[in-house]
């Protein structure tokens, strides 16, 4: 992968390849040279005799000297502008949208500063780790603050020539997975990208769990700041005063997809393929769906519920009387099998539905069969308690996203709702922004189950979108991913770029991704593996670590090893005898050491990006 190079007056020349850090010893071999060449001149006006020669080689050698001098304090200098403000890199707002400008321009996404983590880079770094450890001790001061608080490893990121890094859109496609532990980041890292992608004028969808303010505020100053307030759009159960409505139910293709959504919810991580629950209730929401069609009623979870919670008697009825008349029956015909052998037409509810389903199966099913109507007409028949049984993690589920205020919030009315309604097909085409939070901290299991339907709706939008529109980019966020994680968010993750979806999924550890897809570790790697982009904050879960590390891979590199021995002869006249050897050895070494995840300082990252570049990089915090 090629990156964008862009000209800035940070960057400056070192040496192709040096130690580090190391102390300036050449500042006192210069000085000693400078004064043997002076003495050498003097000497040679006094005499007369031509030492010019030596006065020639003093030079040259005190001016390499006072060289590699000057770039080990270009070294301590790129430390000391890293850990200026306490370590952290603010940015006023006219050079970001400079910025954001350069990157629009060339069709890219900025990722910050950093550099190409190369061989030079790693072998410096495990030096420094390991024999040349020493060179780093007074650097150590620069890891904590006044209070004592862990900072991190600064000097890692003055191992490199730091320029702007540019990402090519096109990479996008591939997904991107962001693990960072808390106060890692990951906000500042989100509101560098939702503000580019709001300025490239392209749809965002943010999902936030737990809520987080600046996040919130960060995109709607974006879509303010482009001269269009109208694009932000804000859903939060806790605030239904200020929150849109998101017909979750609204938009689709095929009524099967409605049917999907809900079993999405019950399925959370698992298969739903190999769950027979799942698959009897995705059968009874799908029967219900085409039953409202046939009615010209419009699908909702609110209808739904009430339709699984309730007796489908009366409902089948109506189906099937809106179904007859639809296929123009004659009147006569029908008549004779209403009123039956008594010749009056039974008045009760369980008798004309008796009625119906005879007429349907004898006739009607003959000329005018419908799956959908006869799996209805099953349900009512199937065993009650067995019915009952089979849909008993359907209910709480539908009781949950009902519940006041989502009962209004999820399954809007438009007569009664005065708000903003969006689906998630509408928020595409309007290219807004719309943030989602889902309130998690007040209440896990009903955010979970709203970012869940979220998600299935999103997913079934990509498929809408790949199969019968002109794909244009859609940027979705999720953060901390790994609490709403569903099958619909594993697909928009593997066939999502075919819709162009750009998948954003961050989280603290990979441990989370299994747990939440059933403590399956097959599941979680399917979803790391359709990520082609990764990128690392500070990380502290050791099998994180040893993961993302793996996911690096390893380079030859090579170590320097060395070997002291002494020995005391018996006899008292010979001579103690000593021995010593350096060598060099390759080997296959991790490109960045799973230890030093945890050392990386607030802001600052490993990436591994599409096409196999790793970049070290970090974030600005931007200030207006």
Known sequence: MALLQRKTQYQSKVAPYEIPFRPAYELHASAAWAAAGLSGLSLGLLTGIPLSPLFISAGVAGYFSWNRYKIGQVYRQKLLNIRQNGGLWF????????????????QAVWYGRGFRWNKKAAESMYYLLGPGAPLIEPLKAYETDDQGEFLGKAWIHALGQERDIFLPLDALKGQTLILGTTRAGKTRLYDLLISQAIERDEPVIIIDPK?????????????????????????????????????????????TGLASRIAALISAGGDSNSDPFISFGWRVINNFVHGLLILGKRPSIKALRTLVESDPTEFVLLVLKEYVQQNNVKPEILHSYLTGKTGKVAEDIPGQLTAYKKFYREVLAKTAPSPELEGLIADQEHDKEHFSKMILSLTPLLAMLTSRPLDTLLSPDPKNF???????????????????????????????????????????????????????????????????????????????????????????????????????????NMVIGNTNNIIVLRIIDQNTKEEVSKRMGKIPMERMTSTMGSGISPHPMDMNNGSYSEGLTVTDTEVFPPSEFASLPALQYMAHFSGGAIIKGRIPIVTD
């Open 91 to 106: 940015m006023d707002r006219e050079s970001a949208n400079t910025v954001y400008q350069y990157a629009r321009e060339h």
């Open 211 to 255: 809520g987080d303010k600046e996040l919130k505020e960060n995109a709607q100053k974006a879509c303010e700041r482009i001269g269009a307030p109208e694009r932000f759009a804000y859903f939060h159960p806790a605030h239904p005063e200020d929150s849109c409505a998101i017909d979750v139910m609204g938009s689709w293709n095929r009524a």
């Open 418 to 524: 005065h708000g903003r309604i969006l689906t998630a097909q509408r928020a595409i085409d309007q290219k807004l922004a719309l943030y989602i939070g889902l309130d998690t901290l007040s209440d896990t299991a009903v955010g979970q189950a709203i970012g869940s339907i979220i998600l299935a709706d999103l997913a079934s939008t990509a498929g809408d979108i790949y199969n019968y529109q002109d794909p244009k980019p859609v940027n979705i966020f999720i953060d901390e991913g790994a609490e709403v994680l569903n099958q619909p968010v594993i697909q928009i993750l593997n066939k999502g770029g075919g819709a162009l979806f750009r998948v954003f999924l961050a989280t603290q550890t990979i441990s989370d991704i299994a747990t939440r897809l059933n403590g399956s570790k097959d599941r979680a």
